[in-house]
């Protein structure tokens, strides 16, 4: 724990002006970025005495270690360059408001020749209009299935729609009146486009306009006796009024604006916002945030409005925005707003009438996600807290350990063993700083020993890390870091390839490095064996401050090193539950890489091996031969024959497929059936592309390490 004295900037030094400031740790990673109108008078809050703070501004101001500052022209720049640090640094003191799905939009691809209607998730594309977000995907499918019969857009992916092009026969939807089948030019590109166009003004709420010219042609129809035709657009009436009716009319000024309503405690806030466009809500999404400073509604607001608009610009920015309390000082956001549309845009508090209204179902809607969050157990700030000290209790721990890494070791019968390596901070899984390993000091299975190199391999990369940056402690040595005991190669990340030596690894700006921070407890996947050599390779490279335990599947048991008998945690300790699933997230992580690199052998050829020769080329020799046996015995002039090879790469395949060792009889994987001895492992006996399996049948998941 840092004294906040030992790094205050002195008397004078800080400026008094606009700008942005960033607390870093001992490891100069960045744990809070902030902005401040003034920055001398902000930063001087920090700096008084420790129990004049909040508990959680303590905590910030205790775990960092420097603190340093951009001065800017204006506060709306201050504004930009914050939201810029906050999503590049991921602080772990700023609010970050998660949710745990990726809302999905309807979409609408406008920048293709044939524009498709679809369900889209994750980040927006250039070129596409989106409608939305929606709670549910089969909520947008609905509403597309009833605006088809009038709009008929496409909505077949590329690869139906250019065989449909191909065959000259368009699909069902063609077929049944809900595509216009531009596939086979039943409609040309250009009212193709001008259909699309038609549907994004109906979903922009654009509705009247569509909804009087269909009613006077069905008037005409019925005039001139077409009353198929007159009957047909009654239907489409009808759809087109049931779809606005899944959508309710809110605001009778058909107005555009979102409201954010947030529900708090002295904990956890909770955000709810409900977009409405051209006065019916259409969309509504939520967030979660644990509030690890302390922070006032307005200033939730303004982190809110940070993540909603900071990516976006033009009409997803609204004309107005309600909210229930406004950031201090106001302007500059609006300011900011303002510059994301284009146009200006409202910020305010709705006082009375309809909006009020609205903003008080949007209110009651955060109160319950955030009730429903309180719920979850694993996201639960005071359950993850609980569960951190019971650890550090059962573990005999100086203080909680905020940072656990989990490793796991994964083969399959001895081939293609992988190892994986996840972290979870304050109780939460951190993902962008998972790794996972090859093992390459040795060949076979032996858990013990790959455990081994891979703790050997990650805390050698700290090492080097600290050592470049200079936190050595008096008299301390990097000693083992040069070498591992066990024979392994140093100098290997990973995937086993070449790691860069320590002076390219990434400069100290803040951002998360690979290695770089170590973790107060280290979990393995195992039980004593595993332990003592996790904590064999601590003490070989000299590292004496992180604590190690494992985990034995059979009874839950925590087995720590050195001694006989395990920790049993009772099975409802909230520290133990923390265990497992830490446990089965390393277990899951190192499950599928074993896969992947399986699969990936699976597929390989001995063709795989001949420069320059592409997939292309490899059909056309399969094709041609046969079978990899009968391109074995093939002549160069005989290899020359197919199509694109030259006598150069003729003699290189057959140089390749000399000293390639022939495997074993292939195998159908949907079968089980031995093929002929004719094809050999890793030709194409059906469709190009299509995988066959060599050696014995595929192993189930069960007996997978």
Not at 99 to 105: A, F
Request: with cysteine; hydrophobic share 35%; glycine share 8%.
């Amino acid at each position: 724990m840092a004294d906040p004295s030992s790094y205050r900037p002195r008397p004078g030094e800080i400026p008094d002006s606009p700008g942005v400031y960033r607390f870093r740790d001992e490891h100069r990673r960045v744990i809070y970025v902030g902005k401040a109108k003034s920055l001398r008078q902000r930063l001087a809050n920090y700096f008084q005495d420790l129990a004049g703070l909040h508990p959680r501004t303590r905590s910030m101001v205790t775990t960092a270690a420097s603190v340093e500052w951009t001065v800017v022209s204006t506060e709306v720049e201050a504004l930009q360059l914050e939201y810029s640090w906050i999503k590049e640094y991921d602080p772990r003191f700023n609010v970050k408001y998660r949710d745990d799905k990726s809302y999905p939009y309807l979409a609408v691809t406008m920048n293709e020749e044939y524009p498709r209607v679809q369900v889209m998730r994750g980040h927006k594309k250039k070129g596409v209009r989106y409608f939305g977000p929606y709670a549910h995907a089969w909520a947008i499918r609905d509403t597309v299935d009833l605006m088809l019969r009038v709009f008929p857009v496409r909505t077949c992916s590329a690869g139906v729609f250019k065989n449909a092009a191909r065959t000259g026969r368009p699909c069902l939807l063609g077929y049944i009146g809900k595509c216009s089948a531009p596939c086979v030019e039943r409609i040309s590109a250009e009212d193709h486009r001008e259909l699309a166009e038609e549907f994004c003004d109906f979903m922009a709420g654009r509705t009247g306009t569509y909804l009087r010219r269909l009613e006077r042609q069905m008037a005409e129809a019925a005039e001139e006796m077409e009353y198929e035709r007159a009957a047909r657009l009654r239907d489409d009436i009808g759809a087109l009024k049931k779809a606005m009716e899944k959508n309710a009319v809110v605001l009778a000024d058909a107005t555009d604006a979102d409201l954010i309503a947030v529900a708090e405690d002295e904990l956890e806030a909770a955000v709810q916002i409900f977009h409405v466009r051209g006065g019916r809500v259409r969309g509504q999404r939520g967030w979660v945030t644990d509030k690890v400073e302390e922070i006032t509604t307005g200033a939730l607001v303004e982190h809110a409005l940070q993540q909603l608009y900071g990516e976006e610009t033009g009409d997803a920015v609204p004309r107005e925005v309600l909210v229930p309390a406004l950031p201090d000082p106001v302007e500059p956001v609006q300011e900011w707003l303002t510059g994301r549309r284009g146009a200006n845009v409202s910020l305010r508090i709705p006082q009375r009438g309809d909006k009020k209204a609205l903003m008080e179902t949007v209110q009651r809607n955060a109160q319950q996600a955030l009730v429903l969050h309180k719920t979850k157990r694993a996201s639960d700030l005071t359950t993850r807290s609980r569960a951190l000290e019971e650890i550090s209790d059962a573990l005999g721990l100086d203080s909680a350990p905020l940072r656990i890494e989990c490793y796991d070791i994964s083969h399959l019968q001895g081939d293609d063993v992988v190892a994986s390596m996840v972290v979870f901070e304050d109780g939460l899984a951190r993902k962008s700083e998972y790794r996972r390993f090859q093992i390459k000091g040795f060949a076979g299975q032996d858990d013990v020993r790959s455990m081994h190199e891979v703790i050997t391999r990650r805390f050698r990369r700290y090492l080097a890390e600290k050592e470049r940056t200079g936190e050595w402690a008096d008299g301390e040595e990097p000693g083992a870091a040069e070498t591992a005991p066990d024979g392994t190669v140093a100098g290997t990340d990973g995937t086993g390839l070449a790691e860069p030596p320590a002076s390219t690894l990434t400069e100290d700006d803040g951002r998360p490095k690979r290695f770089a921070y170590p973790p107060q407890l280290v979990v393995v996947d195992g039980g004593a064996p595993q332990v003592a050599a996790a904590q064999r390779a601590l003490d070989e490279l000299g590292i004496d401050d992180i604590a190690v335990c494992g985990l034995a599947k059979r009874l839950e048991e925590v087995w720590l090193p050195g001694d006989d008998d395990p920790v049993v945690l009772p099975r409802t300790s909230e520290g133990l539950y923390l265990l497992q699933r830490i446990r089965d997230e390393a277990h899951r992580f190192a499950i599928t890489y074993q896969c992947a690199k399986r699969a990936k052998r699976f597929r390989s050829s001995p063709l795989d091996d001949v420069p320059g020769l592409g997939d292309t080329r490899k059909q056309a020799l399969i094709k041609h031969f046969g079978s990899l046996k009968r391109l074995r015995s093939a002549t160069i002039e005989q290899i020359c024959d197919v199509p694109g090879i030259g006598r150069k790469t003729a003699e290189t395949i057959v140089a390749a497929l000399a000293q390639a060792v022939p495997g074993g009889p292939a195998v159908n994987t949907a079968t089980g059936e031995i093929m002929d001895d004719t094809e050999e492992p890793g030709q194409q006996t059906g469709s190009p592309g299509e995988p066959v399996s060599t050696g014995a049948p595929d192993e189930r998941r069960g007996q997978e390490r």
